[in-house]
Protein backbone atom coordinates (compact mmCIF):
# COMPACT_ATOMS: atom_id res chain seq x y z
CA UNK A 1 0.00 0.00 0.00
CA UNK A 2 1.26 3.62 -0.72
CA UNK A 3 -0.22 6.90 0.70
CA UNK A 4 0.16 9.94 -0.85
CA UNK A 5 -0.29 13.49 0.12
CA UNK A 6 -0.30 17.10 -2.37
CA UNK A 7 0.60 20.01 -0.98
CA UNK A 8 1.66 23.93 -2.08
CA UNK A 9 -1.51 24.51 -3.93
CA UNK A 10 -3.24 27.86 -3.44
CA UNK A 11 -4.30 30.93 -5.20
CA UNK A 12 -1.32 33.25 -7.66
CA UNK A 13 -1.74 35.80 -10.34
CA UNK A 14 -1.10 34.74 -13.76
CA UNK A 15 2.84 34.75 -14.76
CA UNK A 16 3.31 33.44 -10.81
CA UNK A 17 4.79 30.44 -9.81
CA UNK A 18 4.28 27.63 -7.19
CA UNK A 19 5.47 24.50 -6.22
CA UNK A 20 3.68 21.39 -5.40
CA UNK A 21 5.22 18.28 -3.25
CA UNK A 22 3.72 15.10 -2.94
CA UNK A 23 4.69 13.23 0.58
CA UNK A 24 5.44 9.30 -0.52
CA UNK A 25 4.81 7.21 2.29
CA UNK A 26 4.19 2.99 2.84
CA UNK A 27 5.91 0.23 0.03
CA UNK A 28 8.13 3.13 -1.49
CA UNK A 29 9.46 0.31 -2.94
CA UNK A 30 6.97 -0.49 -5.07
CA UNK A 31 7.37 3.12 -6.75
CA UNK A 32 8.37 3.29 -10.51
CA UNK A 33 6.41 5.66 -12.37
CA UNK A 34 5.08 8.85 -10.55
CA UNK A 35 2.93 11.98 -11.89
CA UNK A 36 0.89 14.61 -11.75
CA UNK A 37 -2.72 14.95 -13.27
CA UNK A 38 -4.77 17.89 -13.14
CA UNK A 39 -9.04 18.14 -13.12
CA UNK A 40 -10.71 21.47 -13.49
CA UNK A 41 -14.06 21.74 -13.33
CA UNK A 42 -16.57 19.75 -15.52
CA UNK A 43 -13.60 18.24 -17.53
CA UNK A 44 -11.67 15.04 -17.82
CA UNK A 45 -8.75 14.37 -15.41
CA UNK A 46 -5.56 15.39 -17.73
CA UNK A 47 -1.72 14.52 -17.64
CA UNK A 48 0.21 16.49 -16.24
CA UNK A 49 3.82 15.04 -16.05
CA UNK A 50 5.45 11.87 -15.29
CA UNK A 51 8.98 11.00 -14.13
CA UNK A 52 10.97 7.55 -13.72
CA UNK A 53 12.56 6.28 -10.90
CA UNK A 54 16.40 8.15 -10.52
CA UNK A 55 14.40 11.14 -12.13
CA UNK A 56 15.00 9.38 -15.32
CA UNK A 57 12.71 9.91 -18.97
CA UNK A 58 11.09 13.40 -17.59
CA UNK A 59 7.62 13.67 -19.75
CA UNK A 60 5.07 16.81 -20.13
CA UNK A 61 2.13 17.39 -21.62
CA UNK A 62 2.26 20.23 -24.59
CA UNK A 63 0.57 22.66 -23.01
CA UNK A 64 3.22 23.16 -19.86
CA UNK A 65 6.49 22.06 -21.37
CA UNK A 66 8.68 24.44 -21.22
CA UNK A 67 6.97 26.24 -18.25
CA UNK A 68 6.97 23.09 -15.67
CA UNK A 69 9.62 20.82 -14.13
CA UNK A 70 9.00 17.54 -12.63
CA UNK A 71 11.35 15.67 -10.31
CA UNK A 72 11.26 13.54 -7.88
CA UNK A 73 13.77 12.88 -4.32
CA UNK A 74 16.71 10.10 -4.14
CA UNK A 75 14.93 8.52 -1.48
CA UNK A 76 11.70 7.51 -3.16
CA UNK A 77 9.53 9.94 -0.23
CA UNK A 78 8.78 12.89 -2.23
CA UNK A 79 7.71 13.96 -6.02
CA UNK A 80 7.69 17.69 -7.17
CA UNK A 81 6.29 19.87 -9.50
CA UNK A 82 8.04 23.73 -10.00
CA UNK A 83 4.95 25.63 -12.09
CA UNK A 84 6.01 28.77 -13.27
CA UNK A 85 4.67 31.41 -15.67
CA UNK A 86 1.38 30.42 -14.59
CA UNK A 87 -2.10 30.83 -16.87
CA UNK A 88 -5.38 31.38 -15.92
CA UNK A 89 -5.89 27.93 -17.72
CA UNK A 90 -3.52 26.23 -14.65
CA UNK A 91 -6.77 26.44 -12.42
CA UNK A 92 -7.27 23.52 -11.52
CA UNK A 93 -6.88 20.47 -8.37
CA UNK A 94 -3.48 18.89 -9.29
CA UNK A 95 -3.22 15.34 -8.36
CA UNK A 96 0.15 12.93 -7.85
CA UNK A 97 0.09 9.44 -8.73
CA UNK A 98 1.73 6.21 -9.01
CA UNK A 99 3.20 3.50 -10.81
CA UNK A 100 4.42 0.16 -10.02
CA UNK A 101 5.54 -0.11 -13.74
CA UNK A 102 7.70 1.58 -15.71
CA UNK A 103 5.31 1.24 -18.81
CA UNK A 104 2.51 4.13 -17.11
CA UNK A 105 2.33 6.42 -19.64
CA UNK A 106 -0.43 10.07 -20.04
CA UNK A 107 -3.84 7.76 -18.71
CA UNK A 108 -5.48 8.19 -15.29
CA UNK A 109 -5.85 4.26 -15.74
CA UNK A 110 -2.17 3.51 -15.87
CA UNK A 111 -1.55 4.35 -12.09
CA UNK A 112 -2.39 2.21 -8.86
CA UNK A 113 -2.51 5.05 -5.97
CA UNK A 114 -3.59 8.46 -6.11
CA UNK A 115 -3.60 11.62 -3.72
CA UNK A 116 -6.50 13.53 -2.67
CA UNK A 117 -5.33 16.38 -4.91
CA UNK A 118 -4.64 20.40 -4.30
CA UNK A 119 -6.18 23.56 -5.34
CA UNK A 120 -4.49 25.56 -7.77
CA UNK A 121 -6.14 29.09 -8.76
CA UNK A 122 -4.40 31.59 -11.27
CA UNK A 123 -6.26 34.72 -11.20
CA UNK A 124 -5.65 36.77 -14.54
Known amino acids: QVQLEESGGGLVQAGGSLRLTCTVSGHVYALFTMAWFRQAPGKDREFVAR????????EYSDSVKGRFTISRDAGETALFLQMSSLKPDDTAVYYC?????????????????WGQGTQVTISS
Open 97 to 113: SVSETATAKQSPSDYNW
Open 51 to 58: ILANNYMP
